[in-house]
T-cell receptor
Framework: QQQVKQSPQSLIVQKGGISIINCAYE??????FPWYQQFPGKGPALLIA?????SEKKEGRFTISFNKSAKQFSLHIMDSQPGDSATYFC???????????FGTGTLLAVQP | DTGVSQDPRHKITKRGQNVTFRCDPI?????LYWYRQTLGQGPEFLTY????????KSRLLSDRFSAERPKGSFSTLEIQRTEQGDSAMYLC????????????FGQGTRLTVV
């Protein structure tokens, strides 16, 4: 019940295209859903986050879509650039500690 | 630099040795988390402090692991009698309590046990 399932495992997108990564959760107690970007040898960097009271949040080229009834959320990267090539992790958190449960990651490669 | 700082960045140790890592959170962040990340996986929660109190420990945190946060500022994570299975990236994150609960991660300490 604590799992967060992430797909796809890897993704190749052409420059200028849209990258879409999906996540699903089971625990309805989760109330905070961030996305992190991680480059090799670096720590995860917070990209964008959403709470279940909204269905969509956009920040620049990054958009989170949230479907509370389906317990699913996704990250859309518009106009993908080679510099976006990294591993992306979704996560879910909540409760008193707000500890995060992470997905298994998606390795994104944006081809020039 | 006002981000989360971790030291050392890399540590190579022989099996059976003890190691200690340090994390300096973002100033005024009262929550501090330790996570472990193995190759190809997402970070896994280890333990959590609010100020100086350690409020939760994961079952992943065996008796060989101990964490402290004296005075509610920096934190240390010690691994005693290291094993090859302890090889991983150890990540520290900090956040505020309350409405703004975004967690910011440090660069991590890469531990290799040989």
């Amino acid at each position: 019940q604590q799992q967060v399932k992430q797909s796809p495992q890897s993704l190749i997108v052409q420059k200028g295209g849209i990258s879409i990564i999906n996540c699903a959760y089971e625990n309805t107690a989760f109330d905070y859903f961030p996305w992190y970007q991680q480059f090799p040898g670096k720590g995860p960097a917070l990209l964008i986050a959403i709470r279940p009271d909204v269905s969509e949040k956009k920040e620049g080229r990054f958009t989170i879509s949230f479907n509370k009834s389906a317990k699913q959320f996704s990250l859309h990267i518009m106009d993908s650039q080679p510099g976006d090539s990294a591993t992306y992790f979704c996560a879910a958190g909540g409760g008193a500690t707000n500890k995060l449960i992470f997905g298994t990651g998606t390795l994104l490669a944006v081809q020039p | 630099d006002t981000g989360v700082s971790q030291d050392p960045r890399h540590k190579i140790t022989k099996r059976g040795q003890n190691v200690t890592f340090r994390c300096d959170p973002i100033s005024e962040h009262n929550r501090l988390y330790w996570y472990r990340q193995t190759l190809g996986q997402g970070p896994e929660f280890l333990t959590y402090f609010q100020n100086e109190a350690q409020l939760e420990k994961s079952r992943l945190l065996s008796d060989r692991f101990s964490a402290e946060r004296p005075k509610g500022s920096f934190s240390t994570l010690e691994i005693q009698r290291t094993e090859q299975g302890d090889s991983a990236m150890y990540l520290c994150a900090s956040s505020l309590v309350g409405a703004r609960t975004e967690a910011f991660f440090g660069q991590g300490t890469r531990l290799t046990v040989v």
